[in-house]
């Protein structure tokens, strides 16, 4: 890589946009903001056209957003369910088997 071509700009928004997204996934809401306003930042001060066209489109954006992430967390939620349900007839076929077997 090129060190001395490289648009920091551009590594520090999709990075920043990465970090928040991760963040706000993993529970650390106000860190995730707070990552994604560093890209929001970064966009503006690289591109005020397309920062514009975002502050006019963020309704839908922000509509998208909520969509993904519920759909994300019904996701999430269905993995722990069968992990749990996995776990319980775990015990309970380990508890079988130290009864020898009987019921």
Known sequence: MNWK???????????????GAALFLSGRKPAGL????IGL????????E???EIWHRMP????????FIETAAGFLEQIKEQAEQAAEEAVETGLHIAQGGRS
Do not use: N
């Not at 839908?60 to 969509?67: A, I, P, R």
């Open 41 to 48: 930042a970064t966009l503006a001060s690289r591109h005020p």
């Open 60 to 67: 839908e954006y922000l509509d998208k957003g909520s969509q």
């Open 50 to 52: 397309k920062f514009e």
């Open 5 to 19: 071509k490289t648009d920091w700009k551009k590594v520090l928004m999709y990075s920043s946009f990465a970090a």
């Open 34 to 37: 707070a990552a994604a306003g």
